[in-house]
């Protein structure tokens, strides 16, 4: 069946980094554009990157983009997150998504990673 | 940005009775709407794409319905489990965005 699982979380300091891994089983990553949405506390959710199968396109939302890089490793069917100059707004959890058919909506989701950037 | 406004903000009911969940656009979405759950400690699962069809395995109490700027989630019949947070969103336009969401409890 279909799993994503998110690792890499955790404390960071603002303008410190971290690199959030999602790999996925049951279905193969390269087939399907994938993408990073985050929910802040007490926020609602709040798309932040897209990927395309081949790896050859990104999106960001405005909030990160310069920031934050999205890659995507095929052989280990997996997908990162590399978080540069984090802030205190980037505090969230942060959620790996399969996009359904390259429609922009998500029909799998992993359970999420927590980002917790504070002094 | 396109902006989701869902209402109410929280709705708090009855085992058996019938949830009716908002979210307006503030532009015209047409069918372009999708409608997820989220349980807590847990990502959130679709459950309505196309503003009205059902995801795989979802069960026939979920429906939606609209069109435009305006639609519905009706959850028919609420049981235990569907207490959880409702999220709408949109993905006609650039970038994909999604309501604040509505908490359904569970008296």
């Known amino acids: 069946q279909v799993q994503l699982v998110e690792s890499g979380g955790g404390l960071v300091k603002p303008g410190g980094s971290l690199r959030l891994s999602c790999t996925a089983s049951g279905f193969t990553v390269s087939d399907y554009f994938m993408t990073w949405i985050r929910r802040a506390p007490g926020k609602g959710l709040e798309w932040v990157s897209y990927i395309s199968g081949s790896g050859s396109d990104t999106y960001y939302a405005d909030s990160v983009r310069g920031r934050f890089t999205v890659s995507r490793d095929n052989a280990k069917n997996s997908l990162y997150l590399e978080m540069n100059s984090l802030r205190a707004d980037d505090t969230a959890v942060y959620y790996c998504?399969?996009?359904?058919?390259?429609?922009?909506?998500?029909?799998?989701w992993g359970q999420g990673a927590l980002v917790t950037v504070s002094t | 940005d396109t902006v989701m406004t869902q209402s109410p903000a929280t709705l708090s009911m009855s085992p058996g009775e019938r949830a009716t969940l908002s979210c307006r656009a503030d532009d015209s979405l047409r069918t372009n709407l999708a409608w997820y759950q989220q349980k807590p400690g847990q990502g959130p699962r679709l459950l309505i794409y196309g503003a009205s069809t059902r995801a795989t395995g979802i069960s026939a109490r979920f429906s939606g319905s609209g069109s435009g700027t305006e639609f519905t989630l009706t959850i028919s019949s609420l049981q235990s489990e569907d207490a959880a947070v409702y999220y709408c969103?949109?993905?006609?336009?650039?970038?994909?965005?999604f309501g604040q969401g509505t908490k359904v409890e569970i008296k």
């Open positions: 969103q949109q993905y006609t336009y650039w970038p994909p965005a």
């Open positions: 998504a399969r996009d359904k058919n390259s429609n922009y909506f998500f029909d799998y």
